[in-house]
Structure formats: C-alpha cells, structure tokens
C-alpha cells in the first residue's frame, strides 16, 4: 500500500507561483505512475498532470501547458506540481495520486489506486 498526503497549497495572487509536494510512504513508490488532479467547488474532479515511474515522460492537460511541471524524487518517495502564471481558475483542492493505468487511461481518476487528503490552492484575481 501506498501513502500520500500533499503539502504547498495556499492563498496566492494571479500570476503567483506555488509548488505541491505530495510525501508518500512505502517502499513500491518507484512503481507506481504518479497524477495530480484537481477539484473545484461544483465541478467533477479533473487529470492535471502525471509523470511516469522512472520521470522520464511526463503529461499535461491544455489548460495548464507551459505553466505547471510535474517531477518526482524516486528517493525522496516525492512527487512535485510547480505552477507558475496561476490563474484564478486555478483555484481548487489538489490531490496527488498513485496508480497503474496505461495510455488515455492516466488521464482518468478511476485508473488510480491510492489517494492524498488534497491541499487547498486558492488563486485570487
């Protein structure tokens, strides 16, 4: 089993910068491909970014293109979302997440096994 729990989020200005950490215990973290989704008030949760197991390819939805970086430490068990250029559409909970799926199936939340809590990232206009 695996263990995530998110840290980084917070209150930031339009065009503000914040980085996500998600920390994940156990020893298999290596094996898993890892996802940041998010979730606005009112809104289905939705695939931000993923990197694969060896952080050798990494994917992105449009709306954050060119603004976040997803990365991971395989010996720090840490993955990481820097988001530069924040919108206020930015503002959401985030959650880390930890899985298996392969091809379209990364960019979708029922391919993932395991869950952060979420951290709050509120971006004010």
């Known amino acids: 089993q695996v263990q995530l729990v998110e840290s980084g989020g917070g209150l930031v200005q339009a065009g503000g910068s914040l980085r996500l950490s998600c920390a994940a215990s156990?020893?298999?973290?290596?094996?898993?491909?890892m996802g940041w989704f998010r979730q606005a008030p009112g809104k289905e949760r939705e695939f931000v970014a993923a990197?694969?197991?060896?952080?050798?390819?990494?994917y992105y939805t449009d709306s954050v293109k060119g603004r976040f970086t997803i990365s991971r430490d395989n010996a720090k068990n840490t993955v990481y979302l820097q988001m530069n250029s924040l919108k206020p559409e930015d503002t959401a909970v985030y959650y880390c997440?930890?899985?298996?799926?392969?091809?379209?199936?990364?960019?979708?939340?029922?391919?993932?096994?395991?869950w952060g809590p979420g951290t709050q990232v509120t971006v004010s206009s």
């Open positions: 156990g020893r298999t973290f290596s094996s898993y491909l």
């Open positions: 997440a930890a899985g298996m799926p392969a091809g379209r199936g990364t960019f979708s939340s029922g391919n993932y096994d395991y």
């Open positions: 990197v694969t197991r060896s952080g050798s390819s990494t």
